[in-house]
């Protein structure tokens, strides 16, 4: 078994929430809105961890298009995280809207809707929460 290992640091200081991330050689900057405390100088906690679902999403719908030699132009993906708790308990509810650019067949996008959900972080993160993947209207 292969095992990928991934390090991440984050790093704050006395600005409250700001957090300088680094990723390799990719600094991030991750706050608070200003109407949670923080001074909104990058995105919160909880919008990179959808980025990197819609990032991971895009590219895994790409890479299975370039390998089939089908006519993917472009893909986008929107991703909303709906976070509540009832009775101390926390539910998330994920949705992934898909669209897709270039000449498709019905099949084919059926297709790229299924392996959408196939992307790692998607594998990673279903357990845990729930992800419905639609094609937007």
């Not at 990058?42 to 890479?63: E, K, N, Q, R």
């Not at 299975?64 to 893909?75: D, T």
Request: aromatic fraction near 4%; include cysteine; proline fraction near 4%.
């Amino acid at each position: 078994m292969d095992a990928k290992i991934n390090t991440i640091t984050a790093t704050s200081g006395t600005e409250p929430y700001a957090t300088t991330i680094v990723a390799g050689k990719h600094i991030i900057l991750s706050d608070e809105p200003v109407d949670h405390g923080g001074a909104d100088k990058g995105p919160s906690a909880h919008d990179l961890l959808i980025s990197a679902l819609a990032s991971c999403t895009c590219i895994t719908v790409s890479m299975y298009a370039f390998r089939k030699g089908w006519n993917l132009e472009g893909v986008s993906a929107a991703v909303t995280m709906e976070r509540s708790i009832e009775n101390g308990l926390q539910s998330t509810n994920t949705r992934i809207q898909l669209s897709f650019s270039g000449a498709l067949e019905a099949e084919q996008i059926q297709r790229l809707l299924v392996i959408a959900g196939k992307c790692p972080v998607h594998k990673t993160l279903a357990p845990a929460m729930s992800i419905d993947i639609s094609l937007k209207a």
